[in-house]
């Protein structure tokens, strides 16, 4: 390690940290105190710095038999109350499918880090990939909606977990934040900010007697308080489609609600959730559209590009999913391409493409061999365009 982060005084202070050393960092920002996680390359620095974190803040953390159980112990542990959090790679992210379904209908808060490498199975595990985009989506079976994070740099891996937090509390729903292997071990310089200067959202929770509790009543935010299992709200928690109550249902009238209910819980929040960067977008003719690791080397390539008087801007993703289509389409209608560079065959470039409708061009620049997409690449094809 660089620095003892159990100081406070290196609050303030410049700190040179890997992307999963600050993810750390966020998470204990956020409040989290529960880590439950099986080792895994190239996430294994996140288990690693919680194991000794987590303790010396009050914490707990827990190294499980495997990805699966990981995720069932930080949804008990949500349940009971705590912030809690799990971080892992693409085959431990697959096995924590079936739990992230039940978080999902069970409206349980938490937090899941997939530090992502080449895939499929075993695949190339020291090396870079954005294969699990659409797995971030749709990996769990069934209708639902999440919300997913993408960050680039060593301070998006710490302002992003404390946001997937803020998210998962607000909403109470999974949030999954997404780097890669690029991202998860460049070191670079990062200032923990002070407590109380970022905000810190807690879940909110009911405020009327036990005996008066309806776990999930609607509301007009679509997000009802939060019983925690301790203070004497017990209430039936299941993975089947449940009425107000938390029984099983199979009334279609009940149904229906219940699932309306958890999309509109997300859809009606869009400005809130759905974030991106803008780079000189103002003038752009040609837009850049990247995440992760990958923007880092589009936002050189558009310098350049400026620099050889081509009028190139980038749209940095944020927020993948929701996939954040307002905030895209005033771009579709006004510039001449786009370029959609990923370390996949395409995942994102085919959500943007659904989007645009025919409104520009839309180009890919694609890599998989678990090597970066570099600035110079990336330029090539803008000045080519």
Known sequence: MTANLTDPTNQGRPLLLQGNEAMVEGALYAGCRFFAGYPITPATEISEVMSWRLPAVGGTFIQMEDEIASMGAVI????????????????????????????????????????????????????????????????????????????????????????????????????????????????????????????????????????????????????????????????????????????????????????DRLFRKINQHFADIQMVVEDLTEDAEVLVL?????????????????????KAGLLQLITLWPFPRGLLEPHLRRVKAVLVPELNRGQISREVKRVNQGMTRIDTLNRIDGRLITPAEILDRLVRM
Not at 172 to 201: N, Q, S, W, Y
Not at 290 to 310: L, T
Request: charged fraction near 20%.
């Open 76 to 259: 008990g542990a949500s349940l009971a109350g705590g912030k809690a959090m799990t971080a892992t790679s693409g085959p431990g992210f697959s096995l924590m499918q079936e739990n992230l379904g039940f978080a999902c209908i069970a409206e349980v808060p938490c937090v899941i880090v997939n530090v992502m490498r080449g895939g499929p199975s075993t695949g190339l595990p020291t090396h870079v990939s954005q294969g699990d985009v659409q797995q971030a989506r749709w990996g769990t079976h069934g209708d639902h909606p999440i919300i997913v994070l993408a960050a680039a740099t060593t301070r998006e891996c710490f302002d992003l977990t404390v946001k997937a937090f803020n998210l998962s509390e607000k909403y109470r729903t999974p949030v999954i934040l997404l780097a890669d292997e690029v991202v998860g071990h460049t070191r670079e310089k990062i200032v923990l900010p002070p407590a109380g200067t970022i905000e810190v959202v807690e879940r909110i929770r009911p405020t009327m007697p036990p005996e008066w509790y309806i776990p999930y009543e609607d509301n007009l935010r679509g997000v009802p308080p939060m019983g925690i299992f301790g203070d004497g709200y017990r209430y039936h928690v299941t993975g089947l489609t449940h009425d107000v109550r938390g029984f099983p249902t199979e009334r279609p009238d009940e149904i229906v609600p219940f699932m």
């Open 290 to 310: 990247a995440y992760g690791s990958v923007a880092r080397s589009a936002k050189r390539a558009v310098r350049e590009a400026r620099a050889r008087g081509v």
